[in-house]
């Protein structure tokens, strides 16, 4: 079993900056990719970015250069910039087994970006 503890979501205004963690522990194993998926109200949960254990990166075009995701070893960080309204939701972080596709999630963590 994995488990994944988030921390770092908050209130925000239009245009400021948070920076999401989250530490995996348990059973993991060296290959997996680590992401930040979110939830906002009514709407689908959604990938906003991912990050291997090569650090090989990949984001959801409505993040782009202002987001950026990194990881040291089994903790992943989320850097949000520029922050807009439609960033508000839940964010989730996730990490996905390669082995065997199994997926862990963490509890989430509130991001209200307010204008």
């Known amino acids: 079993q994995v488990q994944l503890v988030e921390s770092g979501g908050g209130m925000v205004q239009v245009g400021g900056s948070l920076r999401l963690s989250c530490t995996a522990s348990g059973s993991i194993r060296s290959i997996n990719v680590m992401g930040w998926f979110r939830q906002a109200p009514g709407k689908e949960r959604e990938n906003v970015a991912r990050?291997?254990?090569?650090?090989y990166t990949s984001y959801n075009e409505d993040v782009k250069g202002r987001f950026t995701i990194s990881r040291d070893k089994n903790t992943v960080f989320l850097q949000m910039n520029n922050l807009k309204s439609e960033d508000t939701g839940v964010y989730y972080c996730?990490?996905?087994?390669?082995?065997?596709?199994?997926?862990?999630w963490g509890q989430g963590t509130q991001v209200t970006v307010s204008s």
């Open positions: 996730n990490l996905r087994d390669v082995y065997d596709n199994t997926k862990y």
């Open positions: 990050i291997n254990e090569n650090h």
